[in-house]
């Protein structure tokens, strides 16, 4: 039975809806069936608490003040600057007064990586996930000049390359979701680096193909840049056309989201947001199908498993969609254009055996990214 730190900067059980947290307290949980696991995050107070064999230990994160003058710090380092908003020195003091305690080292994200020293000399393991670089340049090339924050995404993409690189050299052993990612490392052993899928606890059958269904859905946090310019996107030059050809057609959204958005987005005649549910079978009577149309996409898009694990027909751009290295074309479909998303989306509302043909699809290949299979890599690398 070893020791793990496990470093998040926010709390595996807090409830929140989002992939990093499920992700974190599926592998804490799964640890924890044959070691003992002590978890550091970010907390609203500092706070322990501990049951059998976890413990759990929240601190405040750094004050505006600090977190301002960090940053400033970090442009003269050429570090990235969004650490600074996850940032706790007090999460930082507490684990090189107490890392020598473990056996094993695991950091959920590259920030968390921040908050370990270069004088540590322990086994790490680091849960990159995706390459944020690439997400940060794929946001500067999708935003407009006008928008202030493009030359921002620009320079963060360069220094969280540079972090990312510094974290692949460091780390023992690196955790990503796609073999496609993998690949387009250079100057890394790749022996280091070990693709491991994000996954789902269910498959149900929940879809069933209507004529007279009229719902769209998309599921993700609104807050993130890349969902919420495919949102945007969809209701400004997808979604009026479709709305010409059948006046009961509605676009649902299930995430969280800011107040702005959700008014101006709710203009649109037929656009809804849920925020966040955590159960969606009861919004699934009368799905058209699932919209994964992002631009912008690093890594495994969770809201396309989710689908799946419903059996719902779904549509990615092609962005999403080459980053699933078990999921190949033939079986899931995505568009090209506009006009193909357009003519896609209405064939799913009209053509039964179509529909009913992504379906199985979705549920066949979902099977690859069941938790209880993923998870047993960690047998191999603790």
């Not at 702005?260 to 009861?282: Q, S, T």
Request: proline share 2%; net charge positive; glycine share 2%.
């Amino acid at each position: 039975m070893k020791k793990i730190l496990f470093i998040s900067v926010r709390n595996p059980f807090s409830e929140r809806y989002s992939g990093d947290v499920i992700r974190s307290k599926k592998f804490v949980q799964y640890l924890l069936k044959k070691n003992n696991v002590e978890v550091v995050c970010l907390g609203s107070t500092n706070k322990v608490t501990t049951s059998k064999r976890l413990t759990i230990r929240s601190f405040k994160r750094d004050n505006p003040l600090q977190c301002v003058l960090n940053i400033l710090t970090s442009l003269i380092k050429l570090r990235p600057l969004h650490f600074n908003f996850f940032h706790s020195a007090e999460i930082k003091e507490f684990i090189n007064d107490n890392y020598q305690n473990f056996d094993v080292i695991f950091c959920q994200s590259i920030r968390s990586f921040q908050f370990l020293s270069d004088k540590i000399y322990k086994k790490i393991i680091l849960d990159m996930g995706d390459l944020y670089s690439k997400n940060y340049y794929q946001t500067f090339k999708e935003l407009s000049f006008i928008n202030p924050f493009k030359i921002i995404y620009f320079f963060e993409s360069i220094f969280v390359k540079n972090y990312e690189n510094y974290c692949l050299k460091t780390a023992d052993t690196t955790l990503l979701f796609s073999k496609r990612e993998i690949s387009l490392l250079k100057d890394v052993k790749k022996n280091k680096i070990i693709q491991m899928n994000f996954g789902i606890d269910k498959i149900k059958n929940f879809y069933k193909y209507s004529k007279n269904s009229y719902k769209i859905i998309f599921v993700g946090n609104i807050k993130y840049t890349p969902n919420r310019q495919a949102c945007l996107n969809f209701i400004k030059k997808i979604f009026p056309k479709l709305k010409s050809k059948f006046s009961n057609i509605e676009f649902h959204v299930f995430g969280e989201i800011r107040d702005i958005d959700k008014n101006f987005f709710m203009r649109a005649e037929g656009v809804k947001f849920y925020g966040k549910i955590k159960n969606l079978e009861p919004y699934l009577s009368k799905v058209i199908c699932g919209l994964a149309n992002l631009n912008i996409s690093t890594g495994i898009q969770t809201k396309l498993l989710t689908y799946m694990s419903y059996g719902i027909p779904s549509i990615s751009s092609k962005q999403v969609i080459k980053n699933f290295d078990k999921i190949s074309t033939h079986k899931m479909i995505y568009y090209k254009n506009n006009s193909d998303l357009i003519n896609l989306i209405i064939k799913f509302k009209e053509n039964k055996s179509f529909s009913n043909q992504y379906s199985k699809r979705s549920l066949s290949a979902i099977k690859n990214f069941k938790w209880e299979n993923v998870l047993r890599i960690f047998d191999k690398i603790v």
